[in-house]
């Protein structure tokens, strides 16, 4: 018998330092919005490579949250576009911020850190630090995993599911179509009826949709095979 | 030679036309006033498919209206009548009135 292949990810090494789920991302900022972010500087004193961790750690999560107050200065003012993007387009819309944030990041001061606590610059020293783990996956999957609607807008799970699955809805009606179903689910609970029921609606609308689809869909492929022949 | 009866809206579509006389709807109040006036109710996917088809023979117009929170951020899509549909929901009327009465023949 072979015996099986050692995979890094097994050991746990990586699991450590990365935030898996979306639901332990959203506990932990829920956590973080409490508390406050951890302040790296007084936690962690101890040689001058820990104090370096400590402060891009830091500043990781300034540029993150900044980032996140000025989407939020937009909301305010054009919420309604901001919104907009929260269904089809919300995942292009976040991995530009994903690009800028990380770039933002990239950019961190290393250089004055290492003056400020005195240790010699090496190309080495450089690259090893140069990796705030734990923080720059957090950025990363709190942005493509858009657990930040649920935090933000309060969407819930029953919403998401019916944005991503729209795309079978022909273009020109999708928008109006998953609108008005929300429209329905949000009178429900305004009724007080359960999350079950409210997906009940959905998937039932759901089918007539697709039940009605289908004979047009059929005329249509009969059209073209005639005008093909 | 077209025969008449081609031209004329079908019973739903008839239904619609007499709807957006008042002014341009959405789809939800297109279904609720639908819902309202005939005591039957109507799926969204028949409804939009019927507005498609509508739409397609210009009885129909649309316009993309404004996004709600309520909405997940989704835009109105409102329709209005156009020339074509009062055309076609006169003829509907004159040929019902035919129809039953034997006014017009």
């Known amino acids: 018998m072979k015996p099986r292949p050692k995979v890094l990810y097994n050991k746990g090494y990586y699991r450590k330092n990365q935030i898996k789920s979306q639901d332990n991302l959203s506990k932990l900022y829920k956590q973080y919005k409490k508390k406050g972010f951890p302040n790296y500087h007084k936690q962690r004193d101890g040689n001058n490579a820990n104090v370096l961790n400590a402060k891009i750690s830091q500043e990781t999560l300034d540029i993150f949250i900044d980032g996140i107050r000025s989407r939020f200065g937009k909301l305010n003012e054009e919420a309604e576009t901001w919104l907009r993007y929260e269904t089809l387009f919300q995942m292009n819309k976040w991995k530009d911020d994903e690009k800028r944030f990380i770039d933002e990041i990239d950019k961190l001061r290393l250089e004055t850190h290492m003056k400020d606590i005195g240790i010699i610059q090496t190309g080495d020293d450089k690259n090893t630090l140069k990796k705030p783990t734990k923080e720059k996956s957090f950025v990363r999957q709190s942005i493509s995993t858009s657990a930040l609607s649920e935090i933000f807008l309060n969407q819930t799970t029953t919403d998401k599911w019916l944005t991503s699955s729209s795309f079978w809805i022909p273009r020109r009606i999708r928008e109006a179509v998953i609108g008005d179903i929300m429209e329905d689910c949000h009178e429900l609970r305004a009724l007080g009826k359960k999350e079950y029921r409210v997906r009940l609606h959905i998937l039932w609308h759901l089918i007539l949709f697709a039940l009605s689809l289908l004979p047009t869909a059929i005329i249509k492929a009969f059209k073209e095979k005639v005008v093909s022949e | ?105």
Request: proline share 2%.
């Open chain 2, 1 to 105: 030679m077209v025969d008449k009866r081609e031209q004329l809206p079908s019973q739903r579509e008839a239904v619609i036309l007499s709807i957006l006389v008042n002014g341009e709807k959405y789809g939800r109040e297109i279904r609720n006033e639908y819902q309202k006036r005939t005591g039957r109710s109507m799926p969204i996917g028949a409804l939009y498919t019927t507005l498609m088809r509508m739409e397609d023979y210009s009885l129909i117009g649309s316009r993309m209206g404004e996004s709600s929170h309520e909405r997940g951020g989704n835009r109105r899509k409102y329709f209005a009548l156009r020339a074509a549909g009062v055309r076609a929901l006169n003829a509907f009327e004159i040929f019902m009135a035919g129809a039953m009465w034997g006014t017009v023949s």
